[in-house]
Structure formats: C-alpha cells, structure tokens
C-alpha cells in the first residue's frame, strides 16, 4: 500500500466529517439473492441427504476473476454497493447528510481509491456480514443493490487472487474504526495501519493496488459514476499527489433521461412506479440503467420484427429507447399477477415468515404474466428476458398512438395552428420529424399520410400550417442592419418559434428597415424580426399571427419603448436629392429593369436598366393597343409586360429581376401615384397580381388539372419539365404524365447520386413550354418545386434545377413507350442521352405512332420496310 496518499480524496473538506454517528441501529441479516432451487418441491424427503463438498479456493475463484470480467465491473460493482450505504446513510440522517462518493486514481503506481461517507462497518459486521460469501443487509429492500452478497469479491479482479487490497472503515452503528486489508482467503484486520479516516470522518475507504488494469480507468468511472443517485467525485494524482483531473458526475434525478437531449412533449414514457421508468424519444441513446450504474440490456432490438406484429418497424422513433429499472427483482408488470415479485421456488422457500408478502415463486406464475429482467451476478448484464422487451415495445406503440391522437384533435380543435398548445405541436412535429428525417422540408400531404396511419386527419389548412413549420425564414441579427444578408441567418420556423420568450413578437417583412426593426428591438430584449421572400410574407402573418414590420410608422412610434438613439435615426434628415421629388405622377421617371444573360458573375445575368416618364410609357402602351409602335426611346426592344413595385409593396425587385425580367418583360419600382396613374393598362401588372395570377394558372399534370400550390398539395415534389414546344403536347397525356413522375422517382439520375441532390419521393409531374414555365417562375422559390431544363434563361436558386439534357431523350422515350420496354427500339433510344432537338424527337415520335396503334416494334415483326429501318438506324448512329 501506497504511504503517501493523502488521508482523504480530492479537495480537503469535499466530505465533511459529521458531528455524530448513529449507535444502537439493528442491522437486519438477509440470505443473498440465489435462483438455486427448492429441494423440497422434488424430494419430499431431504433428511440424510449427503450434501457436496466444495473447495474453498474454487468458490472463491470462481466468484471474483471469473465472475466479473475487468476492473470496470469492480468499479461498477463498488460504485453501486457504496450507493447503496450512502442511500441507507441519508434515509437515517435526513436534510444534514449529503451522499457522496470520492474516487481517485494514481496512474503512476496504478493505485485506486475508492470511498463512501455511508454507514460503514463494524468489526461484528464484518464478521457476521462482509466475510460471509451470500449474506446482505438489502435483500428485501426494493432500490438498492447489493442483493447478492458477493459483490466485495470484485476487488480480486483489480488485484489479483493473490493479491489483497486495503480496507477503512467507520461505522455510523458502533462508532469503530476498523481497518486492514481483504485478500482471497477472507479479511485480516491490521492495527498497524495508518489512520485513513479523519476524526469524526464515517464511511469507507477501499484502497486497491491494481495488476495491470488494462481499462480506461477514468473512462469507466465517467461511464458508471454519471448514472449514480449518489454524487461520484473522481480526481487522478501524480505521484507527488499533485491533482491531474478533478470530475464530478451522478447525483442524477429519478428520471434521468428527461435531464437530457429528450423532447418532454414528445417523449413516450411508460412507466410502473418503483420499477422501472422507460423513454422513447428521437435523443435516445439506448441507455440502460440498473439502480445506479450503467447495465447491458443483452437483447437485440432486431428479435422485435420476429411474428407477425413487427414491433420494431412500428415504433414512431425507430427502436431506440432508453430504461432505467428501480430494483434488481423480477417485478411482474403485467398478468394476473402484476405488483408482485417473482423469485425462484428455492428462494422462497427460504424467504422469512415476515418479508413473504409481496413475492410469488416462479412455479406460480401464469402464462400471461410478464416481468422485468433480472441481473447477472456481475451486473454486467441482463439476464435474456425477450418477453418483456417485446412487452416494452408493445407498450411504446399504444402510449404513442393514445398520445398522438390526443395531441392531433387538440391542434383540430384549435382555429389555427399557432393556438393550439405546444405540446400537442411538438409532438406532431417530432413524429413527422422522425418519419422524415432525411427531409428538411415537409408538404401537407405528407403529414396527413402519417397521420392516416392511425386513422386520424387534420383540417387541410392546419396540415399546411404544420408543413409551413419545416420552412425556414431569414432571422435578422439585433443591432445590425437587417437589409445586408451578413446580419440575417436563416433559421427554422419551428425552431424559432420553439425559442420565442411567451411574451415576445415575431415582426416580418419582405424589405426590412434597420429603423423599425431597432423599435422593435428596442420594445422588447425577446422580439425578433425576420426576412420573408414576398409571396410567402401574408402567408405566414396570417398562419403564425407575426406582425408586418412595415405597419409601423410615425404614428403608431409611441406604442413602442425605444431607446433615444432609434429615435435620432426616425428623425434624421438624410438630404439625398430625389429627381421625383415634388412631381406629378406623369412626369415621374421609372427605372426600367431586365435581365441581361451573362457569363460574368454568379447570378448568370447583369440587371440592365433604362429610364422613361410615366407619361411616356403611358403613351407607348396606348400606341400599341392601336397597333402603332413609337419611333424612339424603347422602340429597338419593345415591352410587352411591365410589372411594377410600388412603394407600398412589401415584394423587393430585386428578387426578381434574374426571374421575371426577360423577354419583353421589364420591372420597375415606382410611387403609388405612379402605379395609379398606369394601373388601368391592360400591359401593366402590379407584382402582387402578378403572383396570384401565376400561382391560380391551372396546368395539366399527372395528379390531374390543377395550379402549382394545389400540386403541392399533391405530392412530395413537383417537377416542372421545361421540354421543347413539339414534345410538350405529347408529354400531356395522361398516361404519358404518370410515367414521366415514375421515371423521376425511380431513375438513379434523378436520385441520390444525381447532382447531389436528394432521392424525389411523391413526384407531381408538370410538362411546360418555355412560355408556360415564365409564368410560373415565382412559384420555383419554394424547395420542392423543382425546374428540370437544360435552359440557363432562368435564374433561379441551384436546389430548384435539375439541368441536364442528355436525359430528355430516355425520359421521353419511357414516356412515350410504356409497351415497348422489352424492345430493341426501347433499350436502344432509352441510351441516346441526347439534347430532343437533335432529330430524336421525329423518330420517337414516328415509333409512338405504331406503339399507340397497338403494332408491334419493328424489331418484332416478320418484315420492315428497308429503307425506313435504315434511316432510323442512320438517327441513332
């Protein structure tokens, strides 16, 4: 044994001796654990029976080195026995007790120390308690362990058979100080021993010079110490005592796992109080927790899939769970004998008069009875306890569906969605979550499939208010200026909302202006304010109740409390000179804005402008209804469409100029006077009309004739193929449709390898022509409506296109051909990856012909006509 180590571990008064011991406790001397069985229930008469002899040395051997595997099941062997003191220490002592464990390791000469401040042991305890191999203190004692009674043998795996380790101790009961070391063959007490325990110090300290301990001693006292009820202190020591590490872990609650990374809303719990508490939840990790130590669960989730009820495929969060048990008996949960314990017959048989009630031996259980498992003498590990994990799994299931159901018809019952209780969103939230966790983004139509697993349903516009939860919006940074993108991050709805103070506000606004949103800063440290793309803007105002930023102005100031340096940037006189100023709508200049295709920057187009009055546009578009074109100004590029901004509008022009402002097409912001001046014109469109046209322009699609936000509503994703204009009336077809979505879906091009785009789920399959697609071109700014074009006219964000050319030919082939896939003609036109405007198209076409004439392809009939088989062949070389 080391002399140098200090008298107590860690910082000097981390245990602070107490100022009185308890004396005069009975101790209550139990018979250890056993499943051995009773003699009696198979031999009616056991007297004369010459019972085995055993020797010593194997007993001894067979339950120290050989029962427990590494010095981490010492540890955790320890650890729960020291809990175990300490627990009993606090029942005793109450509210001027505080449990606590120390451990400290010397890595220099490998030397563990492991103490307690419970109610140590006394010289007759030793006798009567430690030194006899079976025999414990907490056999009936439902939450503490230590039921074996064998649990001090581990210290021999530290130290080795013929090894010893060292023991202090002060009893609580006697007030002793015994002190000596245990080794293979039993105890020796040893005077001789320096003092280890201060002064009025309780509790026991084991000291253990370890053999090649070949763990990570630190690690596992991190892995064992944090599940502890009682705190576990750990420190390591240079060999001049020096303190290399000092943690702290355990003094964990009754339900440890809430502590964590779980969803409390979310969370299924199932649970028998006093025996075991169960969370399943997307934060579990698998955690399994006897007591107070960590616990193999020795069952693979996989065995719940075996009959027919596939349990592991029905859990809603995959099949990770986490448990913590409150005692180490067999607890019958569920049967006609639920609430008692289950114990072997042998057990019972010797179970005293006074401590039988509550318990049933095994032979008595029903079939129908299920309980929990039961440790192995190491407490490594369960024993295999399939019945109740399949239990377990059951119960998971129908607290889950009984939850859901609830949670569904409370945000049902609630006028919108943001009424409904958080907890009921939560919860629907993190089941579509887990559901969909490879997807940042979900459509209506994909919670309400989810949720038509279970026979429940929403009303469409709460589906679509939960969809609009997965979406995500520009979170201005306070203080900042929340017009430069490098002061807004983009954050998830639900996440901020999740996140909002109950007290503060949501304010939006497509154009954000630094001096509201400082007032609204200002009026309060919770408030947030948000950059919101222009045709989703009145949407979530009115879906989630946020503010419109733009709402306040002079007036409505003084209903915010605002700091005197917003009120300096409300007054400041900018004296910018404004070449409108002062002007009638007429002769008010506009600025006429396109979109320039270039090579030379990112966008992909350069934001080309040219000035006009108002006068004179309102005279150019009156010339042209009369079929008359004016000789100058915009004559060389006439405008068919103009689309304006008005200075009431809460739409940026510059969202859409790379968009919208090709062609004839031009955008202009302007006055509202300016607007009303030329708001009559059949060629003049203010933006919000605009979008609300594009978004009720009804298509031909493969869920049937509907707008763009209905086919959202259809499916995952909608593909909008932008196809050349003689394919297009072809790719209509009904039949045509459905097989164009199939081929988005299944085709590995367009799956997980294709771009790097994720897999298409639920395709909604849209054919346009180029004029088509430039109407619709606003609705490309939500994530899943997709662009599948080998144009580069548009400029739309990267996640929304799907360019490549070279599979028009194969998917227009699988389209056009649906009889045909066994064919030559099939597997060979399909491998033309070919722009369609290269002569494919004809052939195809011809082929079709025949195809939807219900003949044969030309490689199966008896005889071709020479000459055309041999231009066809001349195409595909």
Not at 194 to 214: C, I, M, N, S, V
Not at 243 to 248: A, G, Q, S
Not at 613 to 618: G, P
Not at 853 to 875: F, H, I, K, N, W
Request: glycine content about 6%; proline content about 5%; charged content about 30%.
């Amino acid at each position: 044994m080391s002399g140098e180590l200090s008298n107590q571990i860690g910082s000097a008064d981390s245990l602070a001796p107490l100022e009185a011991g308890l004396s005069d406790l009975d101790i209550d001397i139990q018979q250890g654990s056993s499943d051995f069985p009773d003699l009696t229930a198979q031999v009616e008469d056991t007297d004369g029976i010459q019972q085995f002899g055993v020797r010593f040395e194997d007993a001894v051997k067979h339950m120290s080195v050989n029962k427990y595997e590494s010095v981490a099941s010492m540890i955790r062997e320890y650890v729960a026995n020291m809990a175990a003191t300490c627990l009993d220490a606090d029942d005793q002592l109450g509210d001027s007790y505080t449990p606590t464990i120390h451990i400290a390791y010397y890595p220099d000469s490998e030397t563990l120390i492991m103490e307690d401040n419970g109610m140590g042991m006394s010289d007759a305890e030793i006798s009567n308690i430690g030194v006899q191999l079976g025999v414990s203190t907490n056999r009936y004692t439902k939450d503490r362990g230590g039921k074996y009674g064998i649990g001090l043998l581990s210290g021999l795996v530290g130290v080795g058979l013929d090894g010893a380790f060292y023991m202090h101790s002060r009893s609580r009961r006697t007030d002793e100080y015994v002190r000596g070391y245990w080794c293979s063959t039993g105890f020796k007490a040893e005077e001789s021993l320096p003092d280890k325990l201060a002064d009025g110090q309780y509790g026991t300290r084991f000291e253990f010079p370890l053999t090649d301990p070949e763990v990570d001693i630190a690690g596992a006292v991190a892995e064992i110490g944090r599940w502890s009820r009682v705190p576990v202190l750990y420190s390591e020591h240079a060999s001049d005592g020096s303190l290399i590490v000092d943690d702290e872990y355990g003094g964990r609650s009754e339900t440890p796992f809430v502590d964590g990374p779980v969803d409390e809303d979310a969370a299924v719990v199932v649970e028998k109080e006093g025996v075991f508490r169960a969370v399943h939840d997307l934060g579990a990790d698998d955690e399994c927790v006897l007591l107070d130590v960590p616990i193999e669960r020795n069952f693979d989730t996989s065995l719940l899939n075996d009959g027919d009820d596939k349990l592991r495929l029905r859990l809603p969060y995959r099949d990770s769970f986490d448990v913590v048990f409150h005692s180490e008996d067999e607890e019958i949960v569920a049967g006609p004998h639920e609430g008692l314990t289950r114990v072997s017959d042998g057990e019972y048989a010797k179970i005293p008069e006074e401590h039988r009630e509550g318990y049933l031996p095994a032979s008595e259980c029903a079939p129908a009875d299920v309980w929990t498992p039961s440790p192995a003498g190491d407490r490594d590990r369960f024993e295999e306890n399939p019945r109740f994990w399949r239990w377990l799994a059951k119960q998971f299931i129908a607290t889950f569906e009984r939850d859901l159901s609830e949670s569904v018809a409370a945000i049902a019952d609630a006028d919108r969605v943001i009424d409904a209780p958080q907890s009921a969103v939560d919860h629907v939230v993190s089941y579509v979550e887990a559901q969909d966790y490879a997807s940042t983004n979900w459509s209506s139509s994909t919670i309400r499939g989810h949720l038509d697993t279970f026979d429940l349903t929403l009303p469409d516009g709460h589906a679509s208010a939960l969809a609009a939860l997965s979406q995500t919006v520009d979170k201005c940074a306070r203080d900042g200026d929340p017009w430069k993108r490098s002061n807004r991050g983009e954050v998830r709805i639900y996440q901020l909302l999740k996140d909002l103070p109950d007290d503060a506000e949501v304010w939006a606004s497509a154009r954000p202006s630094e001096k509201k949103a400082r007032a609204v800063w200002d009026d309060h440290p919770g408030n947030v304010v948000v950059c919101v793309g222009g045709n989703r803007l009145e949407t979530v105002l009115e879906q989630f109740g946020w503010n419109k930023l733009s709402d306040i102005d002079r007036d409505r100031l003084d209903d915010f409390d605002i700091s005197e340096e917003t009120r300096e940037l409300w007054d400041r006189d900018y004296n910018y000179s404004n070449p409108n100023a002062g002007k009638e709508a007429p002769n008010r200049t506009l600025s006429l804005h396109r979109a320039q295709l270039t090579d030379d920057n990112d966008r992909g187009y350069k934001d080309q402008t040219c000035k006009e009055s108002a006068r004179y546009l309102r005279a150019y578009f009156e010339a042209r209804e009369c079929g008359y074109t004016p000789e100058r100004g915009i004559l060389d590029r006439q405008i068919d469409l103009l689309i304006l901004f008005p200075s009431n509008s809460d739409e940026s022009i510059t969202d859409y100029v790379g968009a919208l402002g090709h062609g004839n097409v031009r955008l202009a912001t302007c006055a509202v006077k300016t607007y009303e001046y030329l708001a009559d014109l059949d060629q003049v469109t203010r933006i919000e009309e605009y979008l609300d046209a594009s978004r009720q322009r009804q298509f031909d699609t493969s869920a049937g004739r509907c707008s763009i936000p209905e086919a959202r509503e259809h499916g995952e994703t909608v593909v909008v193929h932008l196809a050349p204009d003689d394919a297009v009336p072809h790719l209509r077809d009904e039949r045509a449709m459905q097989r164009a979505a199939e081929w988005f879906e299944q085709e590995p091009e367009t799956g997980s390898s294709y771009r790097g785009r994720d897999a298409l789920d639920d395709v909604v399959y849209v054919p346009a022509s180029e004029a088509t697609v430039s109407r619709v071109l606003p609705v490309f700014r939500h994530d899943d409506v997709r662009l599948a074009t080998h144009e580069t006219e548009f400029d739309l964000p990267e996640p929304t296109l799907i360019t490549e050319p070279r599979y028009d030919t194969e998917l227009y082939v699988y389209a056009r051909l649906p009889e045909w896939e066994e064919t030559a003609e099939f597997q060979m036109l399909r491998t033309q990856r070919q722009n369609l405007r290269s002569g494919m198209l004809g052939v195809i076409d011809g082929l079709a012909q025949l195809h939807d004439e219900g003949l044969p392809a030309p490689s199966q009939q008896a005889t071709v006509d020479g000459e055309t088989y041999r231009d066809m062949l001349e195409v595909f070389e």
